[in-house]
């Protein structure tokens, strides 16, 4: 048979998070740390807003940039929040659509990308995918912003630098000096930030800066999946100030061979969403960060995370795929550090399950240390 597979597919692996994931249905009752989705489900309200959307027929396709309502909420929230007036904004299939969209509008084979390590992975296989070289900057061992590090990794090819606040798999939330240090040097060298935000909301210890306050060419992504719970309803957004509203254009225009639109009826339930408080999860979510932290701390070298769900410990005896070997052995799953870095020295935890399972695994882990 002639060769049928695209060159492109075998420049990149198969999600190493899947592989764990994979793996859990093979054990009996494991603690499962390994995937990125909140443990509880969606609010009953908005649950209830999804299905009368489906009764009042709105089933069909939206417009390709969103239903106008939502737009028009998401609009009010970025003006509230960035203080961009009319922004341009685009209604997308979770972050993740969001994030290929904007790939393919921005990125030339050859183009170079900016990105702090550890990074989610999608931010190193599709950019890969399209051509370009990924620059990481390495962020080890604190994972705060490398900004020195980040203005010196920027030339002629740099197309954006990726920014992730709260960071997954760090779980660090970088602070308000730093953001507004890397907005004046982008500024300065003239480059687009692609600013994911999907962890936005869950943030533990004071204000989360998003760097859109400070930087008008910053494409902003932002989702629902995380803290709504719902990750399989595929909502997301992208927002930029007018002064990038070609951006929008093209990925809206892109959107239309592809995903066509976000799927309709939620997207009426995610209109619901914006105004639903989600105070009382991020309350559960801290209090799972601090029994982790505290529960592993004087075990393993581990940073503390501000936000997000995850916990990035370093791995006893230097190797992250040893260490993972050894945990899914005692039915603990975890992801290595390499599947989110160049480097093969921590792991990812996910503290997103419940506070019972976190003790099982915290117990386990220390003795593993
Ligand atoms: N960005 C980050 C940093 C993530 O962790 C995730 C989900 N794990 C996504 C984007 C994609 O989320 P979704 O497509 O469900 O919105």
């Not at 080890?140 to 954006?160: C, G, H, N, R």
């Not at 962890?199 to 060419?217: H, Q, V, W």
């Not at 940073?303 to 990035?312: E, L, Q």
Request: charged fraction near 25%.
């Amino acid at each position: 048979m002639k060769k049928i597979l695209a060159d492109r597919t075998s420049k990149i692996d198969a999600s190493g998070i899947r592989k764990v994931f994979a793996l859990a249905a093979e054990l009996q009752d494991p603690v499962n740390f390994s995937i990125g989705q909140p443990d509880f489900d969606v609010p009953e309200k908005l649950k209830e807003e999804a299905i009368k959307a489906i009764r009042q027929g709105f089933n069909k396709y939206s417009q390709t940039s969103g239903d106008a309502l939502l737009q028009q909420r998401i609009s009010e929230l970025v003006k509230k929040e960035i203080g961009w007036q009319n922004p341009s904004l685009l209604v997308t299939s979770g972050v993740s659509g969001g994030l290929l969209l904007a790939f393919l509008a921005l990125i030339n084979p050859g183009d170079e990308v900016v990105i702090p390590d550890p990074y989610f992975v999608i931010y190193k296989h599709v950019p890969t995918m399209l051509g370009a070289k990924c620059v990481y900057v390495n962020s080890y061992p604190q994972f705060s912003l490398p900004v020195d590090k980040i203005a010196e990794a920027i030339t002629e090819k740099t197309k954006m630098i990726i920014l992730n606040s709260p960071c997954n798999p760090t779980g660090v939330v970088y602070s308000e000096q730093d953001i507004k240090a890397l907005a004046e040097i982008a500024a300065e060298k003239d480059v687009l930030i692609l600013a994911d935000e999907i962890y936005e909301k869950f943030c533990y210890d004071g204000r989360f800066g998003s760097i859109a306050n400070y930087y008008e060419k910053t494409l902003l992504l932002r989702g629902f999946s995380k803290p709504y719970a719902m990750t399989g309803w595929r909502l997301g957004f992208a927002a930029a100030h007018q002064c990038l509203h070609r951006v929008i254009e093209e990925m809206t225009k892109i959107q239309q061979y592809t995903f066509v639109c976000a799927p309709t009826p939620f997207q009426k339930a995610a209109i619901a969403a914006i105004d639903y408080d989600v105070t009382q999860y991020v309350e559960q979510y801290k209090t799972k960060r601090d029994l982790i932290y505290e529960g592993l701390k004087d075990k393993f070298e581990l940073i503390k995370p501000g936000g997000a769900f995850y916990a990035f410990p370093k791995a006893p005896g230097g190797s992250g795929t040893e260490f993972v070997a050894k945990a899914i052995k005692n039915n603990v799953l975890i992801i290595p550090g390499n599947v989110f870095s160049e480097k093969d020295t921590h792991f990812r935890i996910s503290f997103a399950t419940s506070n019972e399972k976190l003790q099982q695994g915290i117990e386990i882990l220390r003795r593993l240390a």
